[in-house]
């Protein structure tokens, strides 16, 4: 009978032996809103560094004393930051705000028009989107002379001030910026699947009944003395792009319409009137 239980016995005392090892996950992210920089230095020689400075990002994110021990370095130890202001902000504050600025900017808005009014459907997606999707004529070169679509933050206004006329906040080092270069014309479509009313009634995007705009017509670049309401318009709506490198060359553009094209309930499409357009209110 003792010899029955001798294996077990030793398997006993080998897992007395035995050291115990805790596995740790290596999957870590900063979300602390004390790192907040406010007053942080975005000028062209810092921001790009802040782009590329993956360090600071280690260091916050595996501290050397509670993941990888006292003995071993974090990859946040082993770069060094050529100067004080890359060390103080990482790179993911260069294109984040405050979730209290998304709150008071953006939002679903109020319910829709009924989709009988149809220029101020229209005027409401046009105001309440703040991203689209812009359609150009290609300069790239293996679909030179096709549509290419690029995706756009925009913004008619702040929230309390629509004016129907659509702003851009762009880079010369964007594609579809080169594609206006060389053919101004383009078509800037918004679905209604962007705010909450289509997921609520269940409506696919496809469904008719979730209404879908596309404004055609020819992009410029906003003149001089419609430059303070642009920035006011995009920036109230988008506060991120305050802190955007310098070193791209931001400007602000606008959509001059040719034409105003909308579908928001079963059989059939409106081509609204501009001057319609423009009289309707999305509020």
């Known amino acids: 009978m003792r010899a029955r239980y001798f294996p077990l016995a030793v398997f006993a005392s080998l897992l007395c032996l035995c050291r115990s090892y805790t596995l740790r996950s290596s999957m870590s992210w900063v979300v602390s809103s004390n790192d ?5 230095d975005l000028s062209e020689e810092v921001a790009p560094a802040l ?11 595996y501290p050397s004393s509670n993941v990888l021990g006292d003995s071993v370095e974090s990859p946040g130890e082993l770069v060094k930051p050529e100067n004080d202001n890359v060390a103080q902000l990482s790179s993911s504050r260069l294109f984040s705000y405050r979730l209290e600025k998304v709150k008071k900017s953006g939002g679903s808005g109020p319910p829709p028009p009924p989709h009988q009014e149809t220029a101020r459907t229209a005027r409401y997606i046009a105001h309440y989107s703040d991203w689209g ?7 790239l070169d293996k679909i030179k002379g096709l549509p290419f679509g690029n995706i756009f933050s925009v913004s008619d206004g702040p929230l309390d001030n629509s004016t129907g006329v659509i702003y851009f906040y762009v880079t010369p080092m964007d594609n579809s910026v080169s594609d206006l270069k060389n053919n101004p014309y383009a078509s800037l479509t918004f679905s209604e699947a962007e705010g909450e009313f289509c997921r609520q ?12 705009l596309t404004l055609t017509g020819k992009m410029v670049e906003v003149a001089p003395e419609e430059l303070a309401f642009a920035k006011e318009a995009m920036f109230s709506r988008h506060p991120v792009m305050a802190k955007w490198p ?9 959509l001059e319409m040719i034409q105003v094209w909308l579908q928001d309930w079963i059989g ?12 309707a209110t999305p509020f």
């Open 268 to 279: 059939g499409v409106s081509l609204i009137p501009l001057d319609d357009y423009f009289k």
């Open 246 to 254: 310098v070193g791209h060359k931001w400007f602000f553009m606008k």
């Open 201 to 212: 009634m269940v409506y696919d995007p496809e469904d008719p009944r979730c209404a879908r």
């Open 51 to 61: 782009l590329v400075d993956s360090a600071g990002l280690w260091k916050q994110a």
């Open 133 to 139: 999707h812009l359609a150009t004529i290609s300069t």
């Open 36 to 40: 907040v920089v406010e007053d942080a």
